[in-house]
């Protein structure tokens, strides 16, 4: 069992118009021939239509990397604390009140950036311009205003170690052991993401082109991917957005892994796998992946990726 944060603030993507579209799209975002490795596309039945393309969500399945997605105002314990809010917000289980919007009437008619209905002047946020209104009908954090949330990926008991990172006498890491280079690679690929995305947001609110580039990266610098034979713009630093997790917990791992010492169990839907599996299999995509998301937002909530020997 996985508990539920109530808390927990993920911004939904909803992918109407390009369902084949490969980003945190598996197998065209489910169907019934994927069900029980990818969770389907979400279906409501129309009592006078039956199914249909409105009632029809195909939400990317992807990781929240991200503390809080959605602003908040206010502090309330009750529905009615938020009416001065606007029409539509809602008291959290946190004691804040959204910020509200419609999906259905996204603009930005101005265009500077961010959608009518969350601009500052109207919403009162403090921070910077791009919020937009997202499927949950909230407006969003901007990109540049949000906390990176690490991700982490558990190897299972049986890694061999010669595949992990090799240690000395003192458990000090000596070298980047395989394993844990494809995940940084990953890394590398989605802190690139992170980055290009504040900066095409501080361009689109009315930023300077070369400004807005060396807010977020070293300007004129390109790294080589770690797993790979090409060269990407080097970030600057900042937070991991993925990070491995050995098994038993090392010192040296991120503390959202746990104490030292911790085992992740097989089947803890409380955490991603990277699984080595040393056994010959039958199953033609058991040695691809596994994942789970939340049907009603697209969320992973638990995830699988199998190394066969």
């Known amino acids: 069992m996985s508990e539920v944060d109530p808390d927990e603030d993920f911004e939904p993507f909803d992918n109407p118009h390009a369902a084949l579209d490969i980003v945190?799209?598996?197998?065209?975002l489910g169907s019934?021939?994927?069900?029980?490795m990818l969770t389907p596309q979400r279906i409501a039945w129309d009592p006078q239509y039956g199914y249909t393309d409105a009632g029809l969500r195909r939400y990317m399945h992807i990781h929240n990397i991200w503390r809080q997605s959605h602003q908040t105002k206010g502090t309330c314990s009750t529905d009615a604390d938020c009416a001065d809010v606007g029409v539509g917000s809602v008291c959290l289980p946190s004691g804040a009140c959204t910020v509200p919007c419609r999906y259905e009437d996204r603009a930005d008619t101005d265009a500077n950036g961010t959608d009518d209905q969350c601009e500052n002047a109207l919403t009162g946020y403090r921070g910077s311009e791009g919020s937009?209104?997202?499927?949950?009908?909230?407006?969003?954090?901007p990109y540049r205003d949000r906390e990176i949330r690490t991700v982490g990926y558990w190897v299972n008991a049986e890694t061999?170690?010669?595949?992990l990172d090799p240690v000395n006498e003192s458990g000090e890491v000596v070298a980047r052991g395989a394993t844990e280079d494809l995940v940084y690679t990953w890394n590398q690929a989605l802190k690139l993401a992170v980055a290009r995305a504040r900066e095409v947001e501080c361009r689109r609110t009315g930023g300077d082109r070369d400004a807005c580039h060396a807010e977020f990266f070293e300007p004129g610098e390109i790294?080589?991917?770690?797993?790979?034979?090409?060269?990407?713009p080097k970030v600057k630093p900042?937070?991991?957005v993925l990070t491995t997790c050995h098994?038993?917990?090392?010192p040296y791992d991120d503390p959202l892994c746990g104490e030292v010492g911790y085992s992740a169990r097989v089947g803890d839907l409380r955490h991603n796998f990277l699984f080595y599996w040393p056994h010959a299999s039958r199953a033609p995509w058991g040695r691809h992946a596994n994942r789970n998301a939340d049907p009603l937002t697209g969320e992973i909530i638990d995830r699988a990726h199998n190394t066969p020997r």
């Open 160 to 163: 061999p170690d010669a595949l």
């Open 247 to 250: 098994n038993p917990v090392r």
């Open 32 to 36: 019934s021939l994927f069900v029980g």
């Open 223 to 232: 790294e080589m991917v770690s797993y790979g034979g090409w060269g990407i």
């Open 238 to 240: 900042g937070p991991d």
């Open 132 to 141: 937009q209104c997202s499927v949950r009908n909230r407006c969003t954090i």
């Open 24 to 28: 945190g799209n598996p197998g065209g």
